[in-house]
């Protein structure tokens, strides 16, 4: 007979889906354990950054991480975000860094890192709804137009178009700026003693399945299935109405594309098509 209750042993194989403190413990131990040199997806969020670290992991028996912030005060800033968000969740991706804060790039032990730009304003709407429903400000659809404007003005762009300076430059003192990058050809490889970078675009990850395949010594190219897509995710349909209503003023569009980021990821013509996307319709094209 099966006893009332649980023993010692059940409680604790439980006891970590309950405690962070002791999921987080675990996790970082048994990362510990890993002495070949890591492969870091290291990129803003909603990058198609999924799909890479999944193709990668199928294909290579190497330690794959996947980040989003490296810096200390980000990585512990988000970290008590999400607790006080959403105690329950166990946010792989902090995991990660705080493991890889630990173990950070050396002659010795290099990393090979991948990492991923979006135009500012199309990854400022997928940030806006991966955690709209955690912080409670997705609603009816005007409403959440005008919530998304507000948030791409004030957070979403100026966290893209300063990612670079901010958290890879800091973390793997590779500033990108210097380096040459050719939109046409929509990826570019740096090299340090410590660091091989590889740079994609989400625009052009039509290029990244060689590129990548390319820069990991693969025979062939990765093959990439996309993950994480917000066509299958419950906010869908408010989310497709966003990207159709949704429009930005001058102002906001300038602080997108004239910025250092835009200019040196994407050609002028790119650019246009942005400004032309985003922007209001002029009123010579009104209907009348």
Known sequence: MKPLLPTLRERLRHLPRRSYALTKWRLLR??????????????????????IVRAVQHCLHRPVYKVHLLTPVAVARVEAQ??????????RH?????HLLRRPPTTEHPWT????????????????????????????????????????????????IAWFDRELRVSLGIDVYEYPFDPAIGYATIETPSVR?????????????????????L???????RENDAARKPYSDLYDTVLQEARLAAS??????TSRF?????????????????????????QP
Do not use: N
């Not at 040196?264 to 002029?282: I, K, N, V």
């Open 30 to 51: 048994r990362m510990d354990r890993d002495r070949e040199d890591p492969i870091v997806v290291f990129c803003m969020s909603k990058t198609a950054s999924s799909a």
């Open 197 to 217: 970078l590889l740079i994609l675009r989400q625009e052009s990850l039509d290029v990244a399945p060689r590129a990548l395949g390319h820069f990991l010594g």
């Open 82 to 91: 999400y607790r006080r968000t959403d105690p329950t969740a166990r946010p």
């Open 94 to 98: 902090i995991l990660h860094a705080s």
């Open 262 to 286: 835009a200019q040196h990821f994407y050609s002028p013509a790119e650019l246009d098509g942005f400004r032309a996307r985003w922007g209001a319709p002029s009123p010579d094209h009104q």
């Open 219 to 225: 025979p062939e190219p990765l093959a990439l299935t």
């Open 113 to 160: 890192v991948v990492t991923i730009v979006r135009e500012p304003i199309g990854r400022s709407a997928s940030d806006f709804f991966q955690s709209g429903a955690r912080l409670g400000r997705l609603g009816d659809a005007p409403t959440t137009i005008a919530a998304f404007v507000r948030f791409a003005t004030a957070q979403g762009i100026p966290r893209t």
């Open 252 to 257: 906001t569009l300038d602080l997108a594309y």
